[in-house]
């Protein structure tokens, strides 16, 4: 890495091709795009362009090339491990898609909808909408994080299990390579066996092998019925019959099978406002089950009721609340989306990303908090997420104590060695250390240390064939030597 | 090309790894490996080699590097583009995965089987029955194509509609490589953002960057209702009106949306044992509507009465018949299945796999009929397919003469024209010219001069970082100057 970074004379260049108005040089406008936002990196860089074409990306990027420039892409800097982050004392030129942020098109018809990379993915959502049509992605980020980003981060979100990552919502990309020459991907097509497979490439590669401008995203039927009920249960092993028996009875009606932990619900209900437990008594653990179906509402309904009775009966529900009104459907979501925020105020928490086949979460949740709890006695386990994907954000917060201000740093000092713990149950599971989030910076150590040296190397030989000049979000994913 | 072949030392080497009794080298024994099904290649090898297991391949693949003997790699031999052909006057040795047919492990609860890449798709279908799942991967050669040709060549068939291509239902691969080195890559997981995508990378290529010799197939809940109905109609254009309420009326309920044209029913009806015209009346065109429902058949049921009612009512259906029976739902299946065999003895066929995006199907079919009937007046167009998958067997039948046999080599000659005609007007759709049959050898040349230049640079970028010694398959998809 070049610290001393590019000369003034190149930064000038660089800033000619979008022009001065859309560069950042000053310390304090660039300051939002150094960190993430966990802050647990903070780079350093001396520009950020906003191009607002392709053509100005592929002028950037060509430059980059044949001057050894660093370039780190950046959407909406949502980013949960430090991929769009510039490096800590390096000199990457951050490049910004947000004035590229247009829907260039929407066809109801052929169900699709093509957008600039930096389009808003709240922006895509209502674009849909406003031809009656569904684009399924959906987290929590939504109001600020962009396609372009949620394409090479292979975004996940709460509406995988019936739809997929975002993936399989992609048709076609409109992607810049590092050596600035353009690949138009833009297809609009359902099947097309032509060639190498250099979309699905692109996808979730954290842009290290190109700058991902525009895309065709599918678009789905809005479901007319949708039925949301939260139900109290014993333990995982208890969820996992459920959700076999909700799969069996909705198939892919069923969007949504989320898995809560009584801590969770006490977090949110402690520290998110307007929020109340909407259940009677407490349970050990919570399902939450979202239906969605095309045919009738009354499909939806019954369902959902079917569901629960076929719960009750069985003994795997211990009490169960349908939500009666859209509000109240938003409502149990919104307990369920703010599980991360209500643990900040209950002082550290450390993260893990993880996915294991779903019929091995009940086994792993129990190895995993003995072995956690054994390492850190007192230690506060929140693990929640996408059951029926088999993906668990397992955080844990830190135990009580007088001082919790003063032990967060010392608590947080020991994420390496939890994430140590709780990812070798997941890989003794055949897991994976990062369902949703990706590698970024944060697990770049880690996946070299865990996949084989033929996945390295094949990943390092498409590495270096996409970007000989080793420019593109350097430091990420993958270490070039 | 090295014509003269390897050496007989070189082949004994070879035939050792698997043994000299899975071997074939009798120009009778290696005779039906040399042909395809359409009999547009015919090739030359010197031997086939039956390795058992992922670590005889292995040793073939590394032998084969070290001394730059071309492979190709062969499972069922019912590819439709020269892909699994050994080149014409070549020496390329044929890998066949026949005997590596195992089921290794199917679990119903997560959802998966694990198969060889030998296995047969119509033993892998029992398998997900036998534990009450589908696996739902459905075409006309299922009982001999294997899961490794499946995955190679991504195909399609008729459940792509609700449950995507062959892409779309694995989860994992295990892989050899080019230079015998094995990737395994057999991950059981729906959410895994763990590094570059290679086994999407590795699906699709038709077997020119490794072999594949495993698979984590995603199995389904079984459907609880089935409903077939054929529909006689008056255009394209009603079909795809008639298709959109469809998509809106079930969802992902619909299963499958075919369209036939008259003179399809007709050949089917003449040649095809057993078959007859379920509609009392001839009609322009048909559709052929599949329906499934996993919460009761009582859904599926009513979906398919309401759609046929809307189609009635909105003037889009001139008559329609629902299978009353499972076997009147293969008889109407049986009918479209044998649409191709069906031509074979009207004299011969020039063939098109292509896709529009699915709102231009009416458009493409006008002007391409239109085009076709200039160039070749009296040409008899059987044009049918995945309509709701925008995915056409664009089909042309040789003119009525009086001497069928003898015209049949000179229209087989204007293959290449008529493709012209179709393609240019398929591309200018933003279409593809293989829609589910892959490049191959056939539509190699052709797809080098549709593509753009840097689309090719990335293709060959690749072929050369996975396999230095150019012995993977060769002359196929991609030529390597």
């Known amino acids: 890495m070049d610290i001393s970074g590019p000369k003034p004379e190149l930064l000038d260049r660089f800033a ?134 949620n394409l090479s981060t292979n975004a996940g979100g709460t509406a995988v299990l019936a739809y997929g990552n975002t993936r399989q919502l992609c048709l076609g990309l409109e992607v810049v390579l590092p050596t600035g020459e353009i690949w138009d991907g833009l297809r609009r097509l359902k099947k097309d066996n032509t060639g190498y497979d250099l979309r699905d490439l692109f996808i979730g590669a954290e842009g290290t092998l190109g700058i991902i401008t525009g895309a065709v995203l599918k678009l789905f039927p809005q479901p007319v019925g949708h039925q ?50 909407p259940l009677s008594e407490p349970h050990p653990w919570y399902a939450l089950i979202d239906i969605s179906t095309s045919d009738s509402a009354e499909t939806a309904s019954s369902m ?34 703010s599980m991360s925020d209500a643990q900040k105020p209950e002082g550290g928490s450390i993260k893990h990303d993880v996915s294991v086949p779903v019929s091995k979460i009940p086994t792993f949740m129990a190895e995993a908090e003995q072995a956690v709890l054994a390492a850190m006695p007192g230690a506060r386990v929140c693990a929640f997420g996408h059951l029926g994907d088999g993906n668990i954000h397992y955080n844990i917060s830190q135990p009580i104590n007088a001082d919790m201000a003063g032990d967060k740093a010392a608590f947080i000092g020991r994420w390496r060695e939890i994430n140590a713990i709780v990812h070798g149950i997941v890989l003794a599971a055949g897991g994976s250390i990062s369902a949703e989030h990706g590698i970024g910076q944060l697990k770049r150590d880690e996946l070299a240390h865990i996949r084989s040296p033929i996945e390295m190397d094949l990943m390092r030989r498409i590495k270096q064939a996409f970007d000989p000049a080793g420019i593109m979000n350097p430091g990420k994913v993958v270490a070039i030597p």
């Open 228 to 277: 949301v009920a939260l139900a109290g249960l014993n333990s995982p092993a208890d969820a996992l019959k459920l959700f076999e028996r909700a799969s069996n009875l909705c198939g892919t009606a069923l969007t949504g099978f989320e898995l809560m932990p009584r801590i969770g619900i006490e977090f949110v209900v402690r520290h998110i406002e307007g929020v109340r437990d």
């Open 16 to 149: 000619a091709i979008v022009g001065e108005n859309h560069v950042l040089r000053d310390a304090s406008d660039l300051a939002p795009h150094l960190v993430e936002g966990r802050g647990l990196y903070k780079g350093s860089s001396p520009m950020l362009l906003k191009p607002c074409s392709v053509e100005e990306v592929s002028a950037i990027l060509k430059l980059a090339s044949e001057t050894g420039t660093p370039i780190v892409p950046q959407t909406g800097n949502t980013g949960l491990v430090g991929g769009q982050t510039p490096r800590t004392g390096g000199s990457d030129l951050i490049v910004s898609l947000e004035r590229m942020n247009r829907i260039r098109d929407v066809d109801p018809v052929a169900n699709v909808l093509v957008a600039d990379g930096g389009a808003i993915l709240a922006d895509v959502q209502k674009a849909a909408e406003a031809v009656d049509r569904l684009f399924p992605l959906s987290l929590g980020s939504e109001g600020s994080c962009r396609i372009g980003g």
């Open 304 to 337: 959902v009721q079917s569901l629960l009775e076929q719960g009750f009966e069985a003994g795997l529900i211990r009490d169960a609340v349908i939500a009666s009104s859209v509000a109240q459907q938003k409502a149990l979501w919104h307990m369920r989306e």
